[in-house]
Every structure is written in structure tokens, then in C-alpha cells.
């Protein structure tokens, strides 16, 4: 007497996600709960009970794909890992076994060019606070291809009014992104791409899912990252940049607190992440940076990057054999 009412509901959430087909789709996904991989949309479903969803008591990281390859993932999983330990997850995972489970995935997803993104949480059992009755920790995992048109034009951005996370959780990679959201919707309110945080003592910390950097006189200098997220791109970033500083087209590199006035009066400006990768800030609030337009040393970063991606060493392009 069950099927026929499975059967409807099945039917109703292939519905539901045909009328909110958008830019990304859903190709693949990983649950341990029921310990395999689904290709179908309908079925990439949690338990309510689990508490990430209604304790945010989880942790996530991410991956690029590119041409089969995945980007970064072994020190996205470092990242990962640290996370759920600074969260107090106690989990059996390891990291090999989460890195096999991950690749199985794009595999099943056929995605040559898109994104992974994956979960720990403390896992499903109540909806009490404390995790001390969930039945296991839970991992998940997504393929996602985003078919929104490639945009690398600069930006403005805005000072956030939102308060920045205190480091003990801004520097862990945690599902609790309300902040992050309120700060990236404060930034399109007011016409802006993204809202750039300062830290308690007043200097330049994060944006709400990028960190920041700037040039001035050729040196090239960025945000400690004490009290922000651990930023996989933007180190890699900082890592290819001692090239140019070879090829004498930058003088130094800098990892030091940067003041507001230093990066308002700084020849380039621009965002770095997995998601925006290498982006040029054109404004920052009402000030103008450098001459308004993309500089040649964010241009040259992002082709050191795309160039990375795409023939980068093995130690950050891992194959996946579809």
C-alpha cells in the first residue's frame, strides 16, 4: 500500500525541480546515510533531524573541476578535515576514504567542468542542541554544473555594516553562513558585487565567501589570515605570484595587516576564490581604485591561475576516471 504513495511523491518532487530549473544543475550526489550515489535531483535529499540542518553543527568545503580534473582537493580536504575537528566532530572518515568517495562521485556525475561541494555533519538522531544522540556523523557530497556565462569584469564593493564572525569560527569553514549571506545581500541592495569585512581592530579581513588583495608600487599584499578563513585559492594565488616577482613584474609579496586607508589608496584591488577565482574591484565604497579599470597584475594572476587549473602539477590537478 506504501509504492503508490512513494511513487506520488516521487513524481511530485521531479515537478518541483523541473519549475525551479535555474543556471546550475544537480549531477551527482554522495550520502552516507544511504551509503551510495543517486544521479537523480529528486533523491539528493537530508533528514530534517540531522543537526546541520537545524543546528548548523556541520562543516563544507569545495573543489573546482576543470577537464576532468579536480582542482585543489587535497588541500581543500586538509581544510575540510581541520574544520570538523575545530567543530568537534567526531567522525570515523579519513581522508583517503573521503578523497575516494568524492572522485566516485564526479565520476558518476560525468561533469568535466563544474564543482564539487561537500559536508560533515555531527549527523541525524534528534532535535535536541547538543549531538550527544545522533547516530553517527553523516558525510555528503554534491556535483554541480553551473552554466551561468563566464564574467570576469571588475566590480564595486562595499563596506559590510554586518559584524564579522570572531576567528575562532570565521576561520573554520562552518554551515552558519548567515552572516556571509547578510553581507553579500547587503552588498546587491545597494548595487555592489560583495561587502568587504574589517576586523575588530579596524583592518581589511574577507569578503563573504573571498578573500582580498591589492597592489601598490608593484607589490602585491594581502590580509593575514589569523582571524579569516584559510583561503585554498588565494594561497595558491600567493604561490604563483613569486613567478612574477622572478620575471621582476612584481617587487614583493606581503601577508601583513592592511589598513582601510592602504587598500582604498592601492593601485589594484581585486577578489580571489574559488568561485570568482581572480577578480578586479574597480570601487570600493565611493573610492576609485587605481584608474578604474582592470589592472595588468590581477589580469596577470587570473591567467596564472586558469593556467594552473588547466596544467597545473599533480599535487593540485587530480584525474578522475569517468
Known sequence: MLLPYLLKAIERLQANREGQKGNQQFLAMYSS????????????????????????HGVFDTAA???????????HLDRFLKSASMAKIKHSFDKKEIRKILIQTVSASKCKQGSLRYWLSAGPGDFQLSPSHCHQPSLYAIVIEDRSPSNQKGVRVITS????KPPQFATMK???YLPNVLSK??????GAYAAIW?????FIA????????????NELFMPCFDKILSGCTAKRVLRLSE????????????VDNVSVEEGKSADEMMLIGSGVLVRAVLQWDEQIIGEGKEGPVTQALLNLILEDMKFGPPTVRVPIPY
Open 243 to 254: 613567478g612574477l616577482v622572478r620575471e621582476e613584474k612584481l617587487k614583493g609579496i606581503r
Open 174 to 176: 562552518s554551515v552558519n
Open 206 to 217: 574577507e569578503g563573504p565567501n573571498m578573500n582580498v588583495a591589492f597592489v601598490k608600487e
Open 33 to 56: 546515510i544511504f551509503g551510495g550515489i543517486t544521479t537523480e535531483p529528486e533523491a539528493m535529499v537530508i533528514p530534517m533531524d540531522d543537526h546541520m540542518v537545524h543546528r548548523g
Open 65 to 75: 573541476i576543470m577537464d576532468g580534473h579536480l582542482y585543489e582537493l587535497d588541500q
Open 185 to 190: 545581500m547587503e552588498a546587491e541592495e545597494k
Open 161 to 164: 555594516s554586518i559584524p564579522i
Open 198 to 202: 574589517l576586523d575588530n581592530d579596524g
